[in-house]
């Protein structure tokens, strides 16, 4: 298995609601990583996880909650967002923080829409 | 300051005809250097990388990319493209002892028949 996971695929939510973005591997991997994508634009990084704790944030507002319940899973907690919000979340994972060169795995990503 | 660099934001190329993608990098420090492809409504996939060794690195699909330290680039080519190579193509660099892999703004690509 050489996938990273990510649910759902589309999600459309308001300003006041409180939603969870999914990403799972079974690849072994102990780093873990969420990019943002605005459209026609590069991916951005938002926050590192290295064997379950929190490596980096990219001074990331709070209104994005990242978690890492285990090696396995990553989610992205979201509440209060705003319009500008709206992107293409992407998840990703490598053997080891990518300092050496790794190769990363990144999910289809989530279609976030913030009305 | 951006310290990666894509000179072109769209490449529009012919099917069979030869394509470059332009990357430069700005690190006076080593680095690790990547190309990615996007394909529509998909996430990032791995084409080829530069660690060190052979300035000159493949892909398994036509593919190359050569390091330039001279020139601080790492510019794609494919001799021939597809059709299916449309897609979105990014440079990257992870600075040597760093985790964070930083990419440049993107190129598109667009074969035509």
Same mark, same amino acid.
């Given at each position: 298995?050489?996938?990273?996971?990510?649910?759902?695929?589309?999600?459309?939510?308001?300003?006041?609601?409180?939603?969870?973005?999914?990403?799972?591997?079974?690849?072994?991997?102990?780093?873990?990583?969420?990019?943002?994508?605005?459209?026609?634009?590069?991916?951005?990084?938002?926050?590192?996880?290295?064997?379950?704790?929190?490596?980096?944030?990219?001074?990331?507002?709070?209104?994005?909650?990242?978690?890492?319940?285990? *090696? %396995?899973?990553?989610?992205?907690? $979201?509440?209060?967002?705003?319009?500008?919000? #709206?992107?293409?979340? &992407?998840?990703? *994972? %490598?053997?080891?923080?990518?300092? $050496?060169?790794?190769?990363?795995?990144?999910? #289809?990503?989530?279609? &976030?829409?913030?009305? | 300051?951006?310290?990666?660099?894509?000179?072109?934001?769209?490449?529009?190329?012919?099917?069979?005809?030869?394509?470059?993608?332009?990357?430069?990098?700005?690190?006076?420090?080593?680095?690790?250097?990547?190309?990615?492809?996007?394909?529509?409504?998909?996430?990032?996939?791995?084409?080829?990388?530069?660690?060190?060794?052979?300035?000159?690195?493949?892909?398994?699909?036509?593919?190359?990319?050569?390091?330039?330290?001279?020139?601080?680039?790492?510019?794609?080519?494919?001799?021939?493209?597809?059709?299916?190579?449309?897609?979105?193509?990014?440079?990257?660099?992870?600075?040597?002892?760093?985790?964070?892999?930083?990419?440049?703004?993107?190129?598109?690509?667009?074969?035509?028949?």
């Amino acid at each position: 298995d050489t996938e990273v996971t990510q649910t759902p695929k589309h999600l459309v939510m308001g300003m006041t609601n409180k939603k969870s973005l999914k990403c799972e591997q079974h690849m072994g991997h102990r780093a873990m990583y969420w990019y943002k994508q605005k459209a026609k634009k590069p991916p951005e990084l938002m926050f590192v996880y290295s064997y379950e704790k929190l490596s980096i944030n990219e001074s990331v507002p709070s209104r994005f909650s990242p978690e890492c319940p285990n *090696s %396995s899973l990553l989610n992205l907690h $979201l509440h209060a967002l705003q319009p500008e919000d #709206s992107a293409l979340y &992407l998840c990703a *994972s %490598s053997h080891i923080i990518g300092g $050496l060169g790794e190769k990363l795995f990144f999910g #289809s990503g989530t279609q &976030l829409s913030v009305l | 300051a951006q310290s990666v660099t894509q000179l072109d934001s769209q490449v529009p190329v012919f099917e069979e005809a030869p394509v470059e993608l332009r990357c430069n990098y700005s690190s006076s420090v080593s680095v690790y250097l990547f190309w990615y492809v996007q394909y529509p409504n998909q996430g990032l996939q791995l084409l080829l990388k530069y660690l060190s060794g052979s300035t000159l690195v493949e892909s398994i699909n036509g593919f190359e990319a050569e390091f330039n330290k001279s020139q601080t680039s790492f510019h794609l080519r494919k001799p021939s493209v597809h059709i299916s190579d449309t897609a979105e193509y990014f440079c990257g660099e992870v600075k040597a002892a760093g985790n964070k892999l930083t990419f440049g703004g993107g190129t598109r690509v667009l074969v035509k028949p």
